[in-house]
């Protein structure tokens, strides 16, 4: 898979999605906690917008990094027009951005994660490219897990839309794309997760 061909596609994809939005969604809840759609729309581009000189002033400024990437989305997420964060995804298709660990598969599980937090949310129909969720499933380890908070010990991710699961253990089912958000630490709205652990990973 070329995955800087899958990145440019996903942002173009998801611009689209954000263009599409009515305006009342942009203030809807999604899954990152504590943060809206527009929020969330507004930590997508953040690393294109940011160098790194001005990256490392504002970390500084926060005294830590989740609290400097909070500070920043609800910053532009305020100064920033719904027209202006879907531009900054399609316009910055291309954009070498990555996170400091990880490398391109890192970045394409920021765009698709991020998007998702958005899509599953609000209820719209998107189905990322399972190529794109596959190599993502592929890419969780122990470590990744505990960094985003998701405890996937004893669990086996087992896709009702692919033919193959991630681990093992006890199986927790769904959409891979599902899967994927529960192995990045987010809670799922009820329905969407099925086996015995399905409660470890859905919102109450």
């Not at 305006?23 to 690393?47: I, N, Q, T």
């Not at 993502?136 to 505990?146: E, I, M, Q």
């Amino acid at each position: 898979m070329d995955v800087e061909a899958e990145i440019a596609a996903e942002r173009r994809e998801l611009a689209a999605m954000l263009d599409g939005l009515p305006a009342a969604s942009w203030d809807e809840p999604s899954l990152c906690e504590g943060w809206r759609v527009r929020e969330v729309a507004a930590h997508m581009s953040m690393g294109f917008r940011y160098s790194f000189a001005r990256t490392a002033v504002e970390l500084a400024r926060a005294r830590g990094l989740h609290r400097m990437t909070d500070r920043l989305a609800r910053r532009d997420a305020a100064a920033m027009t719904p027209g202006e964060l879907a531009a900054a995804l399609r316009d910055n298709a291309h954009h070498p951005w990555k996170p400091p660990v990880g490398g391109l598969t890192a970045a394409l599980g920021h765009d698709v994660v991020h998007g998702l937090d958005i899509g599953v949310a609000l209820g719209l129909d998107r189905r990322v490219p399972a190529r794109r969720v596959e190599a993502l499933l592929d890419s969780v380890t122990p470590r990744s897990a505990k960094f985003f908070g998701a405890d996937l010990r004893g669990v086996e991710l087992r896709p009702d839309d692919l033919d193959r699961s991630f681990g093992s253990g006890t199986p927790l089912t769904g959409s891979a794309q599902d899967l994927l958000l529960a192995a990045f630490g987010r809670s799922l709205p009820p329905g969407r997760l099925g086996g015995d652990a399905r409660d470890r990973f859905t919102r109450r």
